[in-house]
């Protein structure tokens, strides 16, 4: 299969265009724009950050997202620190940014209010004066239900408002989707290079450290949009394993060379259904050849190896994974349920593992003889109702409980357990109340909000 017919372009001499012109790309040379920039750029920073999926039952409503303005948005990287070179190479003018953990789809209605709020921020900014930059910080996977693309749907509206001429840069997360729209409204587009995202401030500096040389040069870069029909999950995709070990290495390299300004490859992401979802790769620059040809080459390599993305550590059934886990003399040994990962938009609150884990850990199950002085933790189960009832009774109280499936039921109902709470906190800003709910060798940790848990 060749992957690199009829899906290559550089950017039209107006950037209002329609995405139909993608399917004839054009040759042309750099792009000038108009007007001359001053010597201190206006550069806005806005933009929705959210990983959803179309599958959770969950929502994720505007109250879900953490609401920066102003100062609040520079503090939030290093690189804005008064002092710092891009901090001063620039008017950086930060209007308001959302962004949330992973989670369901976000209600329309509720979409649309954040996107007002964003483009009136931004009317009000233009009274004084046309922006040369915009720095669109997104995550690149949000789901809005029904709309498809709503990345390309708010850069459109934020386009109509600005006018062709000022240049669009977004750093965003590899498990982000690139759509035509969202491509071809970008001028400085790329990626993390690491999963796990160890590079993401690394990324976002780098974007905006592109986006000030191409707006003092007065050209926007040509770029070259090569979509690959591959979707795989991040339980695959790891960069510190073949072949995205390889594939990332030979983006960085593609990044350096003459007439390349950056490279990216976007894996996407799978738990949406969506007609964008699928791997990405851009490149952008001044030489044409150049940037086609390693696109291509890029996205042939995707291809050619697309077998061999495996799952990162070995998989199996629960049963099997807790034999594994009981017979190895490893400490602690992790076992992960990709099944609900909140870390990817799961509901987090499937209790179909741990119905299984206290049948079997609990006296009389087959593994009381063998969890004898061993401890499991279970991370984690959110439901604020049972949170809240543990929080009153204390540490120490011996408390019945009924958690989880107050989203996704799915799978399985409500779980009830009866133990001891042994732990209680009400820092965390994410989770909320956090409880350890003893029951036997198991102990849960049982939170008021959903919160993803990293190693």
Not at 417 to 431: I, K
């Amino acid at each position: 299969m060749t992957v690199s017919t009829g899906i290559l372009f550089v950017n039209e001499e107006t950037l209002g265009s329609t995405t139909q012109a993608l399917a004839q790309p054009m040759l042309a040379g750099v792009n000038s724009l108009s007007a001359t920039p001053q010597e201190r750029p206006r550069i806005a920073i806005a933009g929705i950050a959210l990983e959803a999926s179309t599958y959770s039952p969950a929502r994720t409503p505007e109250s879900g997202f953490v609401r920066r303005r102003g100062q609040e948005i520079l503090d939030y990287y290093d690189f804005f620190a008064p002092g710092a070179p891009i901090r001063e190479a620039a008017d950086w003018l930060p209007l308001l940014h959302y962004r949330a953990i992973p989670g369901g789809a976000v209600p329309l209605a509720e979409y649309e209010n954040m996107k007002a709020a964003i483009c009136a921020a931004v009317q009000e900014v233009l009274i004084d004066g046309p922006l040369d930059g915009f720095y669109f910080d997104i995550h690149g996977a949000m789901s809005v239900v029904d709309l498809d693309d709503p990345e390309g749907d708010l850069i459109l509206a934020l386009r109509k408002l600005t006018g062709p001429e000022t240049v669009f840069a977004s750093g965003m997360d590899l498990h982000g989707n690139v759509s035509q729209t969202l491509a071809w409204q970008l001028d400085v587009p790329n990626c993390y290079r690491m999963a796990p995202h160890k590079d993401w401030l690394e990324t976002k500096e780098r974007t905006a450290s592109n986006l000030l040389p191409v707006i003092a040069s007065g050209k926007r870069p040509l770029k070259a949009w090569v979509p690959v029909p591959i979707l795989l999950p991040g339980e695959k995709t790891s960069t510190r394993d073949a072949p995205a070990k390889s594939l990332y290495q030979r983006v960085a390299q593609v990044a350096q060379l003459d007439g390349v300004l950056d490279a990216g490859l976007w894996i996407g992401y799978a738990w949406a259904d969506e007609p964008r979802n699928h791997a990405v790769v851009m490149t952008t620059g001044s030489d044409w050849q150049q940037i086609c040809t390693e696109a291509e080459g890029i996205a042939a390599q995707m291809w050619s190896q697309r077998a061999d993305f495996q799952f990162v550590a070995p998989a199996g059934s629960l049963e099997e994974c807790l034999d594994t886990a009981l017979s190895s003399t490893a400490r602690p040994y992790f076992l992960s349920d990709s099944g609900d990962n909140p870390t990817a938009g799961g509901a987090g609150d499937v209790t179909w593992t741990l119905a299984r884990l206290l049948d079997t850990t609990q006296p009389g199950g087959r593994r009381e003889t063998q969890l004898a002085g061993k401890t499991i933790i279970y991370a984690s189960i959110p439901d604020d109702q049972g949170a809240k009832y543990c929080q009153q009774a204390g540490v120490g109280a011996e408390v019945a409980v009924t958690i989880g499936a107050r989203v996704d039921d799915g799978p399985e109902p409500p779980a009830t357990v009866t133990g001891v709470v042994r732990h209680v906190c009400d820092t965390d800003p994410v989770a909320g109340v956090e409880i350890v709910l003893q029951a036997g060798p198991l102990h849960i940790l049982l939170t008021e909000r959903r919160k993803p848990y990293h190693l």
